[in-house]
């Protein structure tokens, strides 16, 4: 299929004013370009219930979305995208507003630490930590039962939280994995086809890499690479959701393959006509909007009805 139509305006609009490519910008100019982007794409912030900003003992700062309910809460601990070296809780502001207030669901968003000045495995140890820390903390935080989610990087986060959550707990009653990075150098059809110099391409997947890990061969450990892991039976159940015109879309509609066959109950979404980046853009993007709804609609099954 071609790109959907509302794609190849903003696609075209972003070749009339020539804008640059994150991985050509230093770091902090693309940490800032890349919030401005997700912000002016997200369109009119929801209003929530209740956003409190926490700090857990370690210095790891968390941001609480809470719906207008008692008791105990559903919650989702999700995780950023930004490859991850870009992104904060801000990018994911807009995101978690929608769905806590879709499902309804707390959603508690971690800080993790950001490549290069943290490297693999930071950032996963940062996000299984808050997680354990969220469990550990239930009775005051309202916390009833558990998923975890994020998009991109934050997708891959949220699978290798997966992995270390079904050894050492928490228990996690879903996975939302939003077009997740799942393996480090692949070599898909996905990859190779996308080179468009005006959207997320693999150079862009390759630059997150090189940020993230100090050594390559940490890209074949399976808290990097997910798909790699020896095993992906009982984990939680999984919504994977992915673009067509997406370099890592096979990667992760391998994963969800591979959770599949392992016996877990997963959902594969596939976006047509959409791109990397998606979810976040659900202010001029009518399939962001069906991306959110559906997410909304698999965390109410699971955190809710389930």
């Not at 997700?38 to 209740?50: D, F, K, N, P, T």
């Not at 979305?65 to 502001?93: C, K, Q």
């Not at 980046?277 to 099954?301: C, H, N, P, T, Y």
Request: proline fraction near 7%.
């Amino acid at each position: 299929m071609p790109l959907d139509p509302q794609v190849e305006a903003m696609r075209a609009q972003r070749a009339a004013d020539n804008v640059p490519q994150l991985y050509t910008q230093r770091l902090a100019e693309a940490r800032a370009a890349d919030l401005a982007s997700i912000q002016a794409a997200g369109g009119s912030l929801e209003h929530v219930h209740q956003v409190e900003d926490v700090v857990m003992e370690s210095g790891l700062p968390l941001r609480i979305y809470r719906p207008d309910a008692e008791g105990p809460l559903p919650t989702l601990v999700y995780f950023f995208g930004g490859g991850w070296t870009l992104g904060s809780i801000d990018t994911a502001d807009g995101i978690c507003r929608q769905l806590a207030n879709a499902v309804p669901c707390q959603v508690i968003t971690v800080g993790y630490r950001l490549a290069p000045e943290n490297p693999f495995p930071a950032a996963v140890n940062d996000c299984h930590q808050a997680t354990q820390w969220i469990a550990d903390h239930a009775s005051e935080l309202r916390v009833g039962r558990i998923a975890v989610g994020g998009d991109s990087a934050g997708g891959n986060l949220a699978a290798a939280t997966t992995l270390l959550a079904r050894e050492s707990g928490p228990a996690l009653a879903a996975q939302l994995l939003v077009y997740p990075n799942t393996l480090y150098g692949s070599d898909t059809a996905s990859m190779r086809a996308g080179d468009d110099p005006f959207l997320f391409n693999k150079t862009s997947v390759g630059w997150y890499w090189d940020h993230y890990l100090t050594d390559p061969a940490d890209g074949r450990n399976p808290l990097a690479s997910p798909l790699l892991a020896e095993s992906h039976a009982n984990l939680p159940p999984a919504l994977v959701i992915t673009a067509e015109f997406d370099p890592l879309r096979d990667e992760g509609e391998f994963y969800a393959e591979k959770l599949y066959a392992a016996g877990v109950p997963t959902q594969l979404s596939r976006y047509d006509g959409m791109v990397h980046g998606f979810f976040a853009m659900s202010g001029v993007l009518d399939g962001g909007r069906k991306a959110i709804a559906e997410a909304a609609e698999f965390l109410q099954r699971s955190l809710v009805d389930g």
